[in-house]
């Protein structure tokens, strides 16, 4: 139900207020600036769409209808209207959780620099959030949304979290014996080649 406002205007309106632009806005939500522009375009959306929207930008669907009433005619920022510095969230979890840097950035499949990079980013998109959100173990609104039922619910589970940082450590381990396992097998090979051809040289002598 659009409450008789123009869904796609207001969105661009907190767009604008909140300085996102509608290309970074594109990328958070994972399609192309001319699908950005189409739904900035439509009069009404989808609940479902609606709520991805607001938990994109931090917001919640209550703070998108009544924008213009508290921005406007209070002269406030709506609740919650500031902007969640998605890297320093990324610093914050990292350090409450006392998480090994190394490892996490394997996780999210990049270097610690480019990891880094991340931490002075302001808004990651849609790729980034979903990879530290998995990499973390959260939910992605529980990684918007600090204090959430979800954020909390997650963090309730440090203990996992030790755990799997251990069964990556001991994998990691594993994975190294393997190799080793396999470089000595190979030198054995090649050290039984070559004691079969000092034998066949050695007979080839007395013969």
Known sequence: MSRLIHMGQRLKQILKQRKIKIVDFADMAGFTNQIAHYHLRKSDMKRSTLEKFCEIISISPDDFYEWNSVSIVNGEKPPGSAVLHHGHRLMELISERGLNKTRLAK??????RTMYNLFDKEL???????????????SSTGFLHPGSMEDTRI???????????????LLEE???LLKTHSSLKEALEQ???????????????KG
Not at 158 to 166: G, S, T
Not at 191 to 205: G, P, T
């Open 107 to 112: 996780r999210l499949g990049m270097s610690r």
């Open 191 to 205: 050290a039984k080649k070559e004691n079969l051809q000092l034998r066949k040289l050695a007979r080839s002598k």
């Open 155 to 169: 963090a309730d589970s440090d203990e996992m979290l030790a755990l799997r940082e251990k069964y990556y450590k």
């Open 124 to 138: 990651f998109g849609s790729e980034e959030l979903d990879k530290v959100s998995r990499a973390l173990e959260i």
């Open 174 to 176: 594993h994975n190294l």
